[in-house]
């Protein structure tokens, strides 16, 4: 399986990962922020399976900005469009691989982090606890990427307020708390 991993950011485009050529080796030859994302793929990559729930000692991951509002988590029309072998609507998310959020940035969206990014990560099991499943839906671009699945929505086809509130609560509890440089001069 070939994945780019960022066609979108002129520094990395070109970079192509060919799974089975994954190694410590190529890992050391890659730029160093795509590194800690290269490592998890490694690290998980025997265990993970499209279309089924991720892991139970993963944890998964989101940007987002710093008031992380339930809003966030109410579905658009893309979270509804099936992915591969994902079918149930729900919120992108990745497999957590860094708890650094310019790593984070510039592997997932292709840019340096803005001064309202953050990085939110929580454990697999936790997000069961507020009713959704981390289901691994993996894309072209992005290997590590999972859909994080409601157990149910409301009348409307979306994800029920209560449960958003909970979900909203139990990442920002969870928000990494790593700094990026700030700008001088």
Known sequence: MTYNMNPGNTEARGLIVVEGNLSPETLMRMPISYRP???ALYRFRRRLREGY???EEAAVSIIGNNTLLERVFSLREQDKVP???VHDPGKSAHIAYTNDVV???LTQLGRYPRREDRLYTVQVGLLRDVGFTAQYAPTSHRPLHTRLVP???DSYGDVPIEIRKQLAALF???QSLSRYPQRRG
């Open 83 to 85: 992915l591969r072998k």
């Open 37 to 39: 994302y290269l490592e």
């Open 53 to 55: 729930p991720v892991p």
């Open 172 to 174: 920002q509890a969870y």
């Open 103 to 105: 790593i984070a940035c």
């Open 151 to 153: 157990e149910r929505l």
